[in-house]
């Protein structure tokens, strides 16, 4: 242990004399401060006060040159002299496949149209499958109409389910009514005499076929009754609205100059809602004539109605026993207010203007009566 003393004892000395000789030589000491140095003398600038002119462009060599456009870059090919390898064929998944078998393709049905004006929103189409507007349909398979015609027969029986029909139809598609109208039931009062006139229709059926009546009659409250007529008719639905009608029609004169005609008519609802009677009158001596009525009701409440109403007479020959010229031999036009106070008893008042022509006129003037008149009416209709 002391020679080992013995020997770290040099280094230990050398290492504390670099150690001391590295410590700063000022340490400890009281230094004075650094003398204050002066500022230095600015140097005067040698182009104080000098105007300096701007300074000049450089001019362009070019300037006053067309110069011909410049052409781009040629694009070089990244694989110019590169070996390609060859690409290989796209094959078609159809090839090989019968293609004579499958549908033609469908046509635009709008090939040619103008489109311009349309608007993008969902088809306004009719809803007829026949409509052409609608794409096809396909036909239906034929085990759908392979059945029975009442498929109901094989669940109930067939004798069962026919007199269900036939109760069905009685019920409520072959309805049997019946109704009587009293259009005008009217006193006139005009210049000459008073009038009184009667116009009745009816009938007993169902929707497509009836049996209709017609009356008319008319004469003065001095004169009595001047003439009767009565209509018996097979009417006959064409469309829901107009009726076809033949029959007979009888007249009935004081003075026994009875006459009959055959009947051949059309009688039903017009556009605008016009009320038409039209027919034709073949009589047993040959003379040919034809009556056309319209008249219109036009609601003012929903009980006060102005109605208008027009007749016309025409006759293919003079006959002059009936005081009849041929062509168009009278018109009336008239003007009622009536005022329901049920749907099925209504009164009126009104005004109505009658004119004969041609040689009815020159009949009614040689007897001494006036082929002109107007008159005031009071009536009433009706209906049960």
Do not use: C
């Amino acid at each position: 242990m002391n020679r080992l003393a013995a020997a770290l004892a040099p280094l230990i000395l050398a290492a504390g004399a670099f150690s001391a000789q590295a410590q700063d030589p000022h340490a400890g000491h009281a230094m004075p401060p650094p003398p204050r140095t002066q500022p230095a003398t600015p140097v005067p600038d040698p182009h104080a006060g000098h105007q300096t002119p701007p300074p000049v462009a450089a001019q362009d060599p070019h300037a006053g040159h067309v110069m011909p456009p410049a052409s781009p870059p040629p694009v070089t090919d990244s694989h110019a002299g590169h070996r390609m390898p060859a690409q290989p064929a796209t094959v078609d998944p159809h090839a090989g496949h019968d293609m004579s078998t499958m549908a033609p393709a469908r046509a635009d049905p709008h090939a040619g149209h103008d489109m311009s004006t349309m608007s993008m929103g969902p088809p306004d189409v009719p809803t007829s499958a026949d409509n052409p507007g609608r794409p096809p349909e396909d036909p239906l398979p034929a085990a759908a109409l392979g059945g029975p015609v009442h498929a109901a027969d094989l669940v109930f029986g067939a004798d069962a389910m026919a007199a269900s029909r036939r109760a069905l139809v009685r019920e409520n598609g072959d309805v049997r009514v019946t109704a009587v109208i009293l259009d005008r039931l009217e006193a006139g009062f005009g210049d000459d005499e008073e009038t009184w006139l009667w116009d009745v229709q009816g009938w007993s059926g169902g929707d497509i076929n009836r049996f209709w009546w017609k009356s008319e009659g008319e004469g003065g409250l001095d004169d009595g009754l001047e003439e009767t007529e009565l209509q018996a008719l097979y009417s006959r639905a064409l469309t829901p609205f107009w009726d076809v009608q033949a029959g007979v029609r009888q007249d009935v004169r004081p003075d026994g100059e009875d006459t009959t005609h055959l009947v051949l008519g059309l009688q039903g609802l017009a556009p605008y809602w016009w009320e038409v009677d039209a027919a034709a009158f073949l009589s047993t001596d040959g003379d040919l004539t034809a009556r056309v009525e319209a008249e219109y009701d036009q609601r003012i409440t929903q009980r006060l109605i102005l109605q208008p109403r027009l007749e016309m007479d025409l006759s293919a020959s003079d006959i002059p026993e009936l005081e009849i010229g041929s062509g168009l031999s009278s018109v009336e036009a008239g003007l009622r207010l009536r005022y329901e106070f049920r749907k099925e008893f209504a009164p009126y008042v009104g005004v109505e203007w009658s004119r004969s022509f041609g040689d009815t006129a020159d009949y009614i003037e040689a007897r001494g009566g006036e082929p002109e008149d107007t008159r005031f009416v009071v009536g009433l209709k009706a209906w049960f």
